[in-house]
């Protein structure tokens, strides 16, 4: 009797937060601004949160990319004024001529900011939470022409995305050629738990410790 209270409770718990979930289903926003003008070039975020310059800070990826640095036949660093990134950077893909990487980060953001190097048609960025699409942009959505220049402050940009509703919390990076060349990626403005899963958690969490307490006294 006692399991079979808790058991029931824990059941609705999840349920409530798989339905929380799934309302939010579809419902992302997104605002997407850049700057394109070579006298205001940005090269980090003006937002706080956690920077992973593939230098000190690299984040968890999966799939086929290298963290590289300099420029040869296969990678370009992205450029910025009159200089090319001289840092540690990430290049996708790293072996094939296409290819795509993941980058988990385990808790949900609403904001990305991104140093997008020599953006090429065939780029895609894609922002996931779980297994659903919360949103994706390709490169020939952000500019429209000059792709792939290594050397120019049209085609190398950084891109901030906020205000996705419902968060993200995994980043994929797909690229059809060589190749797709990002660094400085900044993730913030964490998405907290819902607050009525909150308070059915603490609600669960009290009464399984008066059915401990009931049981103790029987004891």
Known sequence: MKKGWVGFFAV????????LSAGQANAYNTAITYDLNIANDQLVSTYSGITYDFD?????????????????????APYAVSNA????????????????????????????????GSVDKYNTLSLYKGSALAATISGSTII??????????????????SEITGGFDSIR???????????????GNPVPIPAAAWLLGSGL???????????????
């Not at 609705?12 to 798989?18: A, G, I, N, Q, Y």
């Not at 429209?144 to 995305?161: E, F, H, K, V």
């Not at 969490?205 to 004891?219: C, E, F, P, Q, T």
Request: glycine share 12%; aromatic share 10%; charged share 10%.
């Open 173 to 187: 990076l797909t690229s059809d050629g060589r190749a797709f060349e990002v660094d400085n990626i900044t993730v």
């Open 205 to 219: 969490v009290g009464l399984a410790g008066v059915r401990r307490r009931k049981a103790s006294m029987l004891d």
């Open 85 to 116: 990134d001289s840092s540690k950077y990430l290049a996708v893909p790293s072996a094939a001529s296409t290819g795509s990487v993941t980058i988990n980060l385990g808790v949900l953001y609403s904001y990305l900011g991104i140093w997008w």
């Open 144 to 161: 429209s022409s000059n792709w792939g220049n290594q050397s120019s402050s049209d085609s190398n940009i950084y891109l901030n995305i």
């Open 56 to 76: 000190v800070n690299t984040p968890v990826f999966s799939g086929d990319g290298a963290v590289v640095q300099g420029t040869t036949g296969s990678y370009a």
């Open 12 to 19: 609705l718990f999840v349920s409530v937060l798989t339905g």
